[in-house]
């Protein structure tokens, strides 16, 4: 039998923001084709939770809204923050000492300053945080899903999925590093693109547009996530004759159980 990888913690958020026609738009990227996972997909921001976010957990004077959560919980949202941080410019943090949300030009004003250096790994997260006197504003962050990769996949992922209202005049942009691209886009769009291939879509991503798509608003999709059970989806795979099938729990909440993922080429 062959020896499966252990998964690594990780994070993403969902961006929201009511759009026009009645529709909510997610902020999604392009990753870069010479990423090692899931180059060119169109994905939400995210990555893994690292030593500096655990560093962070530590400093309770660096985030609010994390009572009542365990310290995993608070570095796979302080991960979430980071990550998005990172790869849009998006900061969901508060004044320590007014206690009132980053606006756009000061989120702006620190990603100009710092987002460079930040990931090239020049300056930590803790610092910018300390030296802006912020704090992460945990409590932005509502859980909308849990996956883990499948067992036997050589590169394997335990993410917390989030849904967040974007901060007002907060419209990020890509990094060109890890992303090449990024767009404001609804669900329904977003989907629809990836049937017809203008996107390439990861199978859990799909999934998550196709239920966030049923909220008529912001303010719907958060208290839908807010009244969910979350059940985890490891999903397994099996071989069939036209291809390939993923089995997930009926119960996850995402219309179904059995999908078929692709033709055999």
Do not use: C
Not at 53 to 60: C, T
Not at 92 to 119: C, F, M, Q, W, Y
Not at 138 to 152: M, S
């Amino acid at each position: 039998m062959a020896e499966t990888s252990s998964s690594r913690p990780a994070s993403t958020i969902l961006l929201l923001r009511d759009g026009a026609a009645r529709e909510i738009e997610v902020f999604m990227m392009v990753r870069h084709h010479q990423i090692e996972f899931n180059s060119g997909a169109l994905v939400f921001p995210g990555g893994s939770v690292d030593a500096g976010d655990n560093e962070i957990v530590a400093r309770a004077d660096l985030y609010s809204g994390g009572e009542g959560l365990s310290e995993a919980d608070r570095g796979f949202r302080i991960a979430a923050i980071r990550e998005t941080f990172e790869e849009s410019g998006i900061l969901l943090a508060r004044s320590r000492d007014t206690g009132a949300p980053v606006d756009a030009k000061r989120a702006g004003e620190i990603a100009d300053a710092h987002r460079v250096a930040l990931n090239e790994h020049k300056i930590s997260f803790l610092s910018i945080l300390g030296d802006h006197g912020l704090q992460l504003a945990l409590d932005t962050l509502v859980p909308y899903a849990h996956w883990i990769t499948p067992e036997g996949m050589p590169k394997r992922f335990d993410t917390w999925f989030f849904l967040a209202a974007a901060p007002p005049d907060q419209l990020g942009a890509h990094d060109g590093r890890e992303s090449t691209d990024s767009i404001w886009i609804s669900p329904r769009e977003a989907v629809e693109g990836g049937e017809s291939g203008r996107f390439k879509l990861p199978f859990p991503t799909t999934r998550n547009l196709i239920r966030l798509a049923k909220q008529p608003s912001v303010s719907a999709a958060l208290e839908h996530a807010r009244g969910l059970s979350i059940v985890t989806v490891m999903p397994v795979m099996t071989k069939t004759e036209t291809g390939r099938q993923l089995r997930i729990p009926r119960d996850a909440g995402y219309d179904g159980e059995v999908f078929e993922v692709g033709a055999v080429g």
